[in-house]
């Protein structure tokens, strides 16, 4: 089975910190593109992060300067470490990837089941 899944999501105060993780399974042998999106309710999903195999980032500008996203390739795992957090960064946060590799077939579009981050004020 081809999946991501993410963990670490939780309940934090306004300028708190989490970290995410994205881990593929066990079957996943390569990852390219990893992004991690988040929605929030009666919102559209909104692009936050993205690394590229070679270690390329690119953050939506509301989060630069606050969100971290890192990989180890070796454990086919990203992270996605957000301090300074606010209110507004309520929402459920999803991992993607845009190619994985499992026993020899390169599947597209993989997709996690998502975590909740809730930042009270």
């Known amino acids: 089975q081809v999946q991501l899944v993410e963990s670490g999501g939780g309940l934090v105060q306004a300028g708190g910190s989490l970290r995410l993780s994205c881990a593929g399974s066990?079957?996943?042998?390569?990852?390219?593109?990893i992004r991690w999106y988040r929605q929030a309710p009666g919102k559209q999903r909104e692009l936050v992060a993205s690394?590229?195999?070679?270690?390329?980032?690119n953050y939506v500008d509301s989060v630069k300067g606050r969100f971290t996203i890192s990989r180890e390739n070796v454990k086919n795992t990203a992270y996605l470490q957000m301090n300074s957090l606010k209110p507004e960064d309520t929402a459920v946060y999803y991992c993607?990837?845009?190619?994985?590799?499992?026993?020899?077939?390169?599947?597209?579009?993989?997709w996690g089941q998502g975590t909740q981050v809730t930042v009270s004020s």
């Open positions: 993607n990837a845009d190619r994985a590799l499992r026993l020899g077939t390169w599947y597209l579009d993989v």
């Open positions: 066990r079957s996943i042998s390569r990852i390219n593109n």
């Open positions: 690394i590229t195999e070679g270690g390329t980032t």
